[in-house]
Structure formats: C-alpha cells, structure tokens
T-cell receptor, first 113, second 115 residues
Framework: DGGITQSPKYLFRKEGQNVTLSCEQN?????MYWYRQDPGQGLRLIYY???????QKGDIAEGYSVSREKKESFPLTVTSAQKNPTAFYLC????????????FGQGTRLTVV | AQTVTQSQPEMSVQEAETVTLSCTYD???????LFWYKQPPSRQMILVIR??????QNATENRFSVNFQKAAKSFSLKISDSQLGDAAMYFC????????????FGKGTRLSVIA
C-alpha cells in the first residue's frame, strides 16, 4: 500500500539530547513537509523540500534540521537548541502538480523530559 | 504572506443537524487552492474537500459542502446530517499556485457532535 510512514509513534527523550524523527513515503511524491502541532496553534511549518538535496526553512525552523538525500525520505532532527520540543510532529508529501493536496503520515508525539 | 483564520475554536452540533465552520484567508495571489482537513482523535489528517479559486461553483462531497466567497475571502464548511463520526478537529488550509508550495493552515475548530 502506498503511503507515508512516520516512526516512531511515541518518542521520549531527555532534555539536551538531539532526536531524529523518521518520515518515509512510497508515493513517488517530489515534495515533503514537516509540521508541528501544538494545542490551539494549528499546524506550523518547520521545513519543506521540493526536490532531493534541497530544502527550505518554514516559519519555525529554529532548533530543527532536515536532510533530503533520497526522494522517499525526509528525516527531521530536533536539536538541543529547540527550546520547547515537546509537540506532535506531522510529515506530509505532495506530487509536483501545483494544486495537489498534501498527504499526511500518522504523526510522532515527542515528549522531552 | 498567506494567512488563514478560523475564528471558532470550538463548535457543537446535535446529531442529524447542520453546522457551518468558518474560515477566512488573506492572499495576494489570484491562483490558489483551499482545503478542509479533518483530524479525528486518531490524529490522522484526512482531506474532506477542496476548492479551486478559479471555479465559481462550490465544491460538494456527500454531506460536506463549502460556501466559497472569493471577493470576501471566505471559505466556510457546511456539514449536513451530522454524525457522531464527524466529531474532530477541522482545519482550513490554503495553497498558492506557485510551484509546490506548502499548505498554510488555520488554528482549527474542534467540533463536538451531541447524540
């Protein structure tokens, strides 16, 4: 089945540690996105990538890093510089047709203790 | 920059009744898409309906329809014959026709359905 897989579903980390969230898609989509969801804040864009080896900062990129070495994969690293990392993280992808909607993974709940 | 505003943090509706969720947006683009996504308790984002800005006809998907007022930059979602399974967060989103730009989301409306 085609889709977007995020892993793990729940992640716990100690404060000060970097952590990487996985996002893989087999939809052959060119573009991939990372959003952060907090209560009452909607979805805020962290980073996005339109093609392999290229990515752009979103509205809240500070304290995060990404890579796009393969079309299928777009991992997100939450660094120790991110002041409030506890949140729900959603990965999405879309094809290169301009108006296509985004397809979402099931999300990762990150809790930093 | 694009912005999307949902002014109703929470709404409730009786089962089998109709409810309308509001959304306004701001963009200087003439070509764009608008979407409504549903996020049930599982937190999986599900596309409910989409509207092309150049189309005057309002989109409809079964019990879900939109009222698209381009001049007013308004894009409301109407849910008819509400069901218990409609209870969820609903997000309004917009997307420019400018390459593969990201979706811009509103803050969401939590819909409760009362039996």
């Amino acid at each position: 089945d085609g889709g977007i897989t995020q892993s793990p579903k729940y992640l716990f980390r100690k404060e000060g540690q970097n952590v990487t969230l996985s996002c893989e898609q087999n939809l052959n989509h060119d573009a991939m996105y990372w959003y952060r969801q907090d209560p009452g804040q909607g979805l805020r864009l962290i980073y996005y990538s339109q093609i392999v080896n290229d990515f752009q900062k979103g509205d809240i990129a500070e304290g995060y890093s990404v890579s796009r070495e393969k079309k299928e994969s777009f991992p997100l690293t939450v660094t120790s510089a991110q002041k409030n990392p506890t949140a729900f993280y959603l990965c999405a992808s879309s094809p290169w047709t301009g108006f296509a909607e985004a397809f979402f993974g099931q999300g990762t709940r990150l809790t930093v203790v | 920059a694009q912005t999307v505003t949902q002014s109703q943090p929470e709404m409730s509706v009786q089962e089998a009744e109709t409810v309308t969720l509001s959304c306004t947006y701001d963009t200087s683009e003439s070509d764009y898409y608008l979407f409504w996504y549903k996020q049930p308790p599982s937190r999986q984002m599900i596309l409910v309906i989409r509207q092309e800005a150049y189309k005057q006809q309002n989109a409809t998907e079964n019990r879900f329809s939109v009222n698209f007022q381009k001049a007013a930059k308004s894009f409301s979602l109407k849910i008819s014959d509400s069901q218990l399974g409609d209870a969820a967060m609903y997000f309004c989103a917009s997307k420019w026709n400018s390459g593969n730009t990201p979706l811009v989301f509103g803050k969401g409306t939590r819909l409760s359905v009362i039996a």
